[in-house]
């Protein structure tokens, strides 16, 4: 079985442009620092540390983005607030944050709250490629809370914060834009075991990994190699709770022993293996490992690795979490099989269908198939759609994608002509008219296909919440004229 690791799919993109008329560099503090960076010496991978001394392992890190995934928390955080913010800003320096939304004001230089990673950080901004972010919780000058979004790098042993000064998605392209202060806060950090400390100047904070702090332990859960990474031994997977769990060597699961020390060393045993290593806890974003020469990143969800390929075709994505690597491996596949045997189906046929296996649609323009802003299934449109229907059944009820599909969802799309809300019932109109016509005698289906497709088939309408774009990512209004058919695959099969 051909085993497949495919990155999560880029939503969409958009160039940054930095801050101008704004006296940002006189606020962001960065030349007080003399900080020359060191390359790390290179040695050759262990996968195992011998000695005890975790501080050493640090110092010849070389740090990267994922080790900051999680979320940290100072001491009285509770959720996004704290308990003595007056206490927290009082003896820190202050000054005026670079964010529109609070111009101003003045706050804190360093936060009580981070969240980073796609999980722990669940931004619009992870549309964005090449780009970290972290979400910072500051205090004003009377203690109000602030939130700050930020891109953020690394330089050595500098934390290097761009906030996000503003953000917005073009209604015409529906790409998210932003911009970044043009210089950036800087931050020395050190780690140890699960706790960050960040500091700036004479300001300081040490923040711990919030579930920790609260009590409640490590827990990792679906915590996969990230592709292109180095592994510890073999290992691919993750499924950690407190001192043991599981790892996954490929197809192999094995019982395992595990312990977080406190000075950041994690001893892990499994089958007839161990290895001790640095580690960073990142909560619902994995595991980063280090030996101090090479890092080990584990921060990959199933659904980051095989999702792109059925994306659209299935309904929740942390399903994908209960299912072994081989179990995924099969539905992606078959999945592409489906997909090429409809393919092959309309093209016999003579259908003209655009099937797109990145979104999971197949969808047929409604040009032919309804007259401009009516909902009435056209002549001519009903034969297209018995014609379709036809070789789209004699593919999906062929015996070798029985129980595959649990789903079929008849979706109605229309162009921005008019107001949205005239176009949203439209659309359910079109929508529930073709789902109608599928379950009639008149659709020239047999009768058991038709009794078949019945429980599946389901409809809605999008009026013009999902575009087709060119390649210029202007809108291609004829093509956003849709009716799609989305199949939903079965992950309990």
């Given at each position: ?32 620092y003399?900080?020359e960076?060191?390359?790390?010496a ?24 994922e ?17 003595d913010?007056e ?8 000054n005026?944050?670079?964010?529109k ?36 919780y500051?205090l004003?000058?009377?203690?109000e ?18 906030p ?24 020395r ?12 100047g004479?300001d ?10 609260n ?61 001790k ?15 101090g ?17 059925i ?20 539905i ?29 649609e ?22 297209d ?12 009820f ?12 008849i ?9 949205y ?30 009794e078949k497709?019945?429980?599946?088939l ?28 989305r ?7």
């Amino acid at each position: 079985m051909k085993n497949k690791r495919i990155l999560a799919a880029v939503l969409a993109a958009a160039a940054a442009s930095a801050l101008s008329g704004c006296s940002v560099s006189d606020i962001l503090w960065n030349d007080e620092y003399e900080y020359e960076y060191q390359e790390p010496a290179v040695t050759e991978s262990q996968n195992t540390l011998t000695t005890d001394d975790a501080d050493s392992v640090y110092d010849e890190i070389d740090y990267v983005p994922e080790m900051f995934f999680g979320k940290y928390v100072a001491d009285g955080t509770t959720g996004n607030t704290i308990s003595d913010p007056e206490g927290f800003v009082k003896g820190r320096s202050l000054n005026y944050t670079p964010i529109k939304a609070y111009e101003g004001e003045k706050i804190a230089y360093v936060p009580f709250r981070i969240e980073a990673g796609p999980r722990s950080n669940p931004t619009e901004l992870n549309q964005v490629p090449g780009q970290n972010w972290m979400k910072m919780y500051i205090l004003t000058a009377n203690g109000e809370v602030r939130e700050m979004e930020a891109s953020y790098t690394l330089s050595g042993r500098m934390l290097l914060v761009r906030p996000v000064v503003s953000q917005n998605i073009d209604p015409e392209t529906n790409q998210l834009e932003y911009s970044l202060t043009a210089d950036p806060i800087a931050f020395r950090y050190s780690f140890t075991g699960t706790d960050l400390k960040l500091s700036h100047g004479t300001d300081e904070v040490i923040l711990h990994a919030e579930d920790i702090y609260n009590g409640d332990g490590i827990s990792i859960t679906d915590s996969n190699l990230v592709p292109g990474s180095e592994n510890i031994n073999g290992i691919t997977s993750f499924n950690l709770s407190g001192d043991s769990g599981a790892i996954i060597e490929g197809d192999d699961t094995y019982s395992a022993e595990v312990k977080f020390n406190e000075n950041g060393f994690c001893d892990l045993k499994w089958g007839d293996k161990s290895s001790k290593l640095i580690y960073f806890y990142g909560g619902d974003d994995g595991l980063v490992f280090s030996d101090g020469s090479t890092n080990y990143l584990y921060t990959a969800r199933s659904y980051d690795l095989y999702a792109p390929s059925i994306s659209g075709n299935i309904n929740n994505e942390e399903q994908l979490g209960n299912l072994t690597e081989e179990q995924i491996s099969d539905i992606v596949n078959k999945s592409e099989e489906l997909y090429s045997d409809l393919n092959n189906a309309f093209a016999d046929a003579g259908i003209n269908a655009q099937v797109n296996k990145d979104t999971g649609e197949i969808s047929l323009n409604t040009v032919s198939m309804f007259s401009f802003s009516h909902s009435d299934i056209s002549p001519e449109g009903r034969n297209d759609i018995s014609r379709f229907m036809k070789a789209y059944t004699s593919v999906i009820f062929n015996d070798k994608y029985d129980g595959f599909i649990s789903g079929i969802c008849i979706e109605g799309h229309t162009d921005k002509s008019g107001s949205y809300n005239y176009n949203m019932d439209l659309s359910k109109s079109r929508a529930s008219n073709v789902l109608d016509f599928c379950l009639s005698p008149e659709s020239g289906l047999a009768p058991e296909i038709i009794e078949k497709l019945r429980p599946l088939l389901t409809s809605a309408g999008f009026s013009y919440d999902v575009p087709v774009l060119n390649e210029d990512g202007s809108v291609n209004d004829e093509a956003s004229r849709r009716v799609a058919f989305r199949f939903t695959i079965d992950l309990d099969q």
